[in-house]
């Protein structure tokens, strides 16, 4: 008798035939119902358009993930020194938090025409937004991760003759990295919006760019085809962030799964 199939490739491949159902189902009700495809495209007809239009998508899906990868690593380094800052001190804590949730209820959408023009159209004004709309949920986590060392356990560290920066580093600082890692699972998806959102807004280069010059050409298969590359630039990202978090989170993971059995 055949072994068989482990959980995580049970859900791996329910996962794929979930996926594949669902473009086939979409395949098939377009070709049933005859919509056009200035209303939805085929599946079909958007691998066409990214297989005939690579060479002229490429560099923007690379200008795209560059502008990106550089706001989300200024986000969550600004996030990170932010949260340090706010969970080591309840005094930072109550003075701070609540300008960062105004701050972050504000619609990225108007700070975008700000960033142009303080620095032009162009590369910056995307960074500062992908930067800008990732930090709140690292500074969250990050402060909720360092709040969440016990009083009692800082009480004994400081009678054994810890300093106050030796807990935060040896241990209020690995205590947030489950935290810290949650977080940026969602930052990166956020990264990409605010990057969009500004190539829509003022750039020239970039999928959120030509997203915006192929709706105004009713070429509706080529946004899909820029929505798709976006999503699967974000899936991999999503990948990275995870299998980072495994490898220097084991010991948190494993914990759970020893609650959990």
């Not at 949920?137 to 990050?142: D, E, S």
């Amino acid at each position: 008798m055949s072994a068989a199939p482990s959980p995580k490739l049970r859900q791996r491949l329910l996962s794929g035939s979930a996926l594949v159902g669902f473009f086939v189902l979409w395949e098939l009700v377009c070709l049933a119902t005859g919509v056009s495809d200035l209303v939805l495209p085929r599946p079909s007809q958007i691998a066409l358009v990214l297989v005939q239009k690579m060479s002229l998508l490429w560099p923007h899906t690379l200008q795209t993930l560059y502008t990106t990868f550089v706001g989300f690593a200024l986000g969550v380094l600004v996030g990170v020194l932010l949260g340090v800052l706010i969970g080591s001190s309840k005094l930072a804590y109550d003075v701070t938090y609540p300008l960062l949730v105004g701050f972050s209820s504000i619609p990225k959408v108007a700070v975008v025409p700000l960033f142009v023009v303080w620095f032009g159209a162009g590369t910056v004004p995307a960074i500062l937004t992908s930067m800008v709309i990732s930090i709140f949920p690292v500074v969250v986590n990050v402060a909720t991760g360092l709040a969440s060392t016990e009083p009692e356990l800082e009480d004994v560290l400081r009678v054994l003759g810890a300093r106050k920066r030796d807990i935060l580093w040896n241990v209020g600082l690995p205590r947030t990295l489950p935290y810290l890692f949650a977080s940026l699972k969602i930052a990166i998806t956020l990264s990409f919006v605010g990057t969009v959102l500004s190539e829509t807004v003022a750039a020239n280069k970039g999928i959120g760019t030509v997203m915006m010059i192929a709706s105004g050409n009713f070429d509706v298969p080529m946004v899909f085809a820029g929505l798709f590359l976006l999503a699967l630039m974000g899936v991999l990202l999503y990948a990275v962030s995870a299998f980072l978090e495994r490898r220097m989170t084991g010991w948190a993971q494993r914990k759970n799964d020893m609650v959990m059995a």
